[in-house]
């Protein structure tokens, strides 16, 4: 995940460097729904980790959110910095329609290469994954499918949606023709037994390290 993250960098002649950082707390699950213990937990990986480390831009990812990132700030040595204080997922998913719309200029389509006009199926429908669906609707495509780990959450982005439909993530991939595939939950799903079972013309996503392997 980090040479992925440093390599996006690279692409964008930015200094900066991609490594992530990984807070262990699967001992604790009360720490994920217990906002005082995970303040405490950015506390001491604030005080512990951070001082090791040097310069510090981060922001949100799996498991934390803008809060968090505060709690961390509050905590990190002088010289630290946090990233963004807000939510980021919109600016991402905004990212992926622009490459879903840059992918369509390049297909030969002609009338077809708009985003009201093909197919799409969305692998998982979180904080990044929910907003590409909704800005893929607002922009008038009704044919999507869509899933998530969390069923209940596939169904409350689709409510009141005409044109989306809920399936199993088991079923996401299979043999379904789709114009553009959209990785949007954890990495690694595009693999050579994932890719035989697909059959899209486009493969774009929000999802870190989307290929299990560089040879995929």
């Known amino acids: 995940l980090s040479k992925g993250m440093s390599n996006k960098f690279a692409g964008l002649d930015l200094p900066i460097g991609g490594a992530k950082t990984v807070t262990f707390v699967h001992n604790m699950p009360e720490v994920v729904t217990n906002e005082s ?17 040097g310069s510090y831009l981060t922001a949100e990812d799996v498991g934390t959110t803008p809060k968090h990132m505060l709690y961390l700030k509050d905590h990190a040595p002088k010289g630290l910095v946090t990233g963004f204080e807000r ?17 369509l200029q390049t297909m030969g389509w002609g009338e077809f290469a708009r985003l009201d006009m093909i197919s799409y199926a969305v692998e998982g429908v979180g904080a990044v994954g929910g907003h590409v669906v909704n800005m893929h609707w607002q922009a008038g495509a009704r044919d999507i ?66 290929l299990a392997t560089s040879q995929d």
């Open 87 to 103: 939510d980021v997922s919109e600016v991402t998913a905004r990212g992926v329609k622009i490459g879903v719309e840059t992918a």
């Open 145 to 210: 499918t869509i899933c998530d780990a969390r069923p209940e959450r596939a169904a409350a982005v689709a409510e009141g949606k005409d044109g989306i439909v809920v399936v199993p993530c088991a079923d996401i991939r299979k043999k379904r023709s789709v114009d553009v595939f959209m990785p949007c939950a954890l990495g690694g799903t595009i693999n050579r037994r994932s890719l035989d079972e697909m059959n899209a013309f486009i493969i774009c996503g929000c999802a870190n390290n989307q």
């Open 37 to 53: 213990l995970f303040q405490e937990v950015m506390r001491a990986y604030a005080h512990e980790v951070l001082p090791r480390i």
